[in-house]
């Protein structure tokens, strides 16, 4: 299942991602005066955190998506935030200026690129020497309950999807390597993931994402029907005092230029 963080839906995503969000914090461990870069921002909650935690240094967000960037400009002046900005922009091939940042961080927006290859080592060219990478991407599909058992519910099993393409350690190490990282590290993080107080808010959510779309699609109204009860029932099953949640595997990923 893949997730374009729909713009509407970005304080779900926020609260989708809430125990996951407190282990990426962690490891950006974003110092006084750090330049950070965000890639692939969406909506800003980890740029925002990032400017709060660099104080006096600055964090600057970037995504493709205009509507992502325009709701992360308003939520960051929300904040009064006068030490962040927002770019629309392609992360792959963004001229930013080489050797200018000190961090960079990205919370599940780097797994879509159409060259990861150039799209990394134009990462490695904006950070400074000895610079950082933190990055949190998924597991695979098949390690994901959130994906699994939602598919299983439709009937279908998890497809290849982007949201899985840094999944593999050793592909993702020789991609950083190459790109012209060091001290390359993945650590193993487990921890659930939130899809609302309820069963029909978790519902909702679920019937967000694309993926779900295409699937009900090609199930075909009777289809869809009887996929949906299942995915009520999927829902309900992991619904406890606190709401629904699945079990989530992600990958802290860290390097150095
Ligand atoms: C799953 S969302 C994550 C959003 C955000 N990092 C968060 O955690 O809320 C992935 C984001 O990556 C952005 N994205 C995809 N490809 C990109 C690229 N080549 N350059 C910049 N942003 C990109 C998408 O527009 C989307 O907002």
Known sequence: ????????????????????????????AVRAGDNVLDVGCGTGQTTRAAAVAAHHGRALGVDTSAPAVERARRLAEDEGLDNIAFERGDAQVHPFRSGSVDLVISRFGTMFFHDAGAAFANLARTLRP??????????????????????????????????FSLADPSRTTELLKVAGFVDIGLDDVAEPVWYGPDVASAETWARSFTTTTEVLGRL????????????????TAHLGDDGVWFDSRAWIVTARR
Not at 7 to 28: I, K, M, N, P
Not at 134 to 163: D, P
């Open 220 to 235: 075909g109204p009777d289809g869809a029907e009887q996929g949906l009860d299942r995915l009520r029932e999927t829902l």
């Open 130 to 163: 000895d610079g950082r990478l933190v990055m949190m991407v998924w597991q695979a599909g098949n390690r994901n309950e959130w994906t699994v058992a939602i598919h299983r519910a439709l009937g279908e099993e998890v497809a290849e999807s982007a949201a």
């Open 1 to 28: 299942m893949s997730r374009t963080d729909k713009v509407e839906h970005a304080s779900g995503y926020d609260a989708e991602l809430q125990r996951l969000d407190v282990v990426f914090r962690r490891a950006c």
